[in-house]
């Protein structure tokens, strides 16, 4: 049979991620094919960090397919460096940070804090280098639930050095103010700190940075939607009525914004007993799968509502790393793959990394 490459190419983009179900390579193109008299050879990058393991069984998958598609001889050359992507027009990215993920939630006390920590710690452990940075100025909580205290130094009197706690780097702003003032902050002063929190932090070159942002659509969640460089936002949300309304609310901000939506996580979906094991849907139903579906956003996953979870967050180890064989480590794991897939799949950044034109004028 007379291989072509658009047959190869349908059979390649064809294979789907064993974990989430999604394309390996939607974004593989004709350009990224050499055919030969006898097979092929391919360069596939999906675009996402993989273990060595999961490396391995993604080959022999697409090795198959390509066979199937009659290539003989396949010689595939795989990369899985994550590339930077767009942001907002007329923002400019932050140099040494490829990614920028927003987590969001309508409403407060979701679970923002401990899945935006999970989903960091879930995607280093994947390999990639991450980075989060607590901008929830009404209650930052990055410091307790990733178990670090102190301030950041600065070497330069200009810059902060971010602190680094389970494989992550850390900053926030509970680092920098008194526990209880941040209710007296006004709006533009908590959005100009929040900025200077992240532009002033020399962050090490990562591949995401995920921001735990303030919870709500008011003033200063738009403002922040408006200011950081996202790529995209995920939003958290609990299967009960009144969360799935703010989360609609909150969805809606970053649409207006063309902010890509990355996906829906429903939190606390069900109580599991910690005696019996017994699963009980105390919020609610499925709320968000069907809130993703109607709006046709992705849906991410869904965590339960475990003691397991507090406590572990309570004592400064997010569950993914202090029980990563725990069936909610798996979920958080799989949630982390599914972003890293979504943000693959988002239009590369041409443009943000160039340094920026000086024109001055030189008349005198
Ligand atoms: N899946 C879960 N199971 C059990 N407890 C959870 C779960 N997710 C979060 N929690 C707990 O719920 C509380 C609120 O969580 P968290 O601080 O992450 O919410 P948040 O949405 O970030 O809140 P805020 O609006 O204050 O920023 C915390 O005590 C946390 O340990």
Same mark, same amino acid.
């Given at each position: 049979m007379?291989l072509?490459?658009k047959a190869? #190419?349908?059979?390649?983009r064809?294979?789907?991620?064993?974990?989430t179900?999604?394309?390996?390579?939607p974004?593989?193109?004709e350009?990224d094919?050499? $055919?030969s008299e006898?097979?092929a050879?391919v +360069?596939?990058?999906?675009g996402?960090?993989?273990?060595?393991a999961?490396k391995?069984?993604l080959?022999?998958?697409?090795?198959?397919a390509? /066979?199937q598609?009659?290539?003989?001889? &396949?010689t595939?050359q795989?990369?899985?460096?994550? /590339?930077?992507?767009?942001v907002?027009s %007329? &923002?400019k990215?932050?140099?040494?940070?490829?990614?920028i993920?927003?987590?969001a939630?309508?409403?407060?006390g979701?679970?923002?804090s401990?899945?935006?920590a999970?989903?960091?710690?879930?995607?280093a452990?994947?390999?990639a280098?991450? %980075?989060? &940075?607590d901008?929830?100025?009404? %209650?930052?909580?990055q410091?307790l639930?990733?178990?670090?205290?102190?301030?950041p130094?600065?070497?330069? %009197?200009k810059?902060?050095?971010? #602190?680094?706690?389970?494989?992550?780097?850390?900053?926030?702003?509970g680092? $920098?103010?008194?526990?209880?003032?941040?209710?007296?902050?006004?709006g533009p002063?908590?959005?100009?700190a929040l900025?200077?929190?992240? +532009?002033q932090?020399?962050w090490?070159?990562?591949?995401?940075?995920i921001?735990?942002?303030p919870?709500g659509t008011g003033?200063i969640? #738009?403002? &922040?939607a408006?200011?950081?460089?996202?790529?995209g936002?995920?939003?958290?949300t609990?299967p009960?009525?009144?969360?799935? #309304?703010?989360a609609r609310?909150g969805l809606?901000m970053?649409?207006k914004?063309?902010?890509?939506?990355l996906g829906?996580v429903e !939190?606390?979906?069900?109580?599991?007993?910690?005696?019996c094991?017994?699963a009980?849907?105390i919020?609610?139903?499925?709320?968000?799968?069907?809130m993703?579906?109607?709006?046709?956003?992705?849906w991410l996953?869904?965590l339960p509502l475990a003691?397991?979870?507090?406590e572990?967050?309570?004592?400064?180890t997010?569950?993914v790393?202090?029980?990563? !064989?725990s069936?909610?480590a798996g $979920?958080?794991r799989?949630?982390?793959? /599914?972003?890293?897939m979504?943000?693959?799949a988002?239009?590369r950044?041409?443009a943000?990394?160039?340094?920026s034109?000086?024109?001055?004028? $030189?008349?005198k």
């Open positions: 007379s072509s490459s190869l #190419l349908d059979a390649l064809s294979v789907v991620d064993p974990v179900g999604m394309p390996v390579a974004t593989l193109k350009s094919i050499t $055919l006898t097979g050879t +360069r596939v990058e999906p996402y960090v993989t273990s060595a999961a391995t069984a080959t022999e998958q697409l090795e198959a390509a /066979r598609a009659g290539a003989a001889q &396949l595939l795989f990369s899985d460096t994550v /590339r930077a992507h767009a907002q %007329g &923002l990215p932050i140099a040494s940070v490829k990614n993920i927003a987590v939630s309508g409403k407060g979701v679970g923002k401990t899945t935006s999970n989903l960091a710690i879930a995607l452990q994947s390999g280098r991450v %980075g989060i &940075l901008a929830d100025i009404y %209650g930052p909580s410091p639930i990733m178990g670090v205290s102190g301030k130094v600065s070497n330069d %009197g810059t902060m050095e971010p #602190l680094r706690a389970h494989g992550i780097t850390v900053n926030s702003i680092f $920098l103010i008194e526990a209880d003032s941040p209710a007296i902050w006004r002063m908590v959005t100009q900025e200077q929190l992240l +532009r932090t020399n090490p070159d990562l591949d995401y940075l921001v735990d942002m919870p003033d969640a #738009l403002t &922040l408006q200011k950081v460089p996202v790529v936002a995920i939003i958290v609990t009960q009525d009144i969360a799935l #309304l703010d609310k809606r970053f649409e914004m063309n902010i890509p939506i829906i !939190n606390m979906a069900m109580h599991i007993c910690s005696h094991g017994h009980e849907a919020f609610g139903e499925d709320g968000g799968r069907h993703a579906q109607e709006l046709d956003v992705p996953g869904a003691k397991s979870i507090r572990q967050t309570d004592a400064g997010p569950t790393a202090s029980d990563p !064989n069936e909610a $979920l958080y799989e949630l982390a793959r /599914r972003v890293a979504a943000v693959a988002l239009p950044d041409m943000g990394r160039f340094p034109v000086v024109v001055e004028n $030189l008349k």
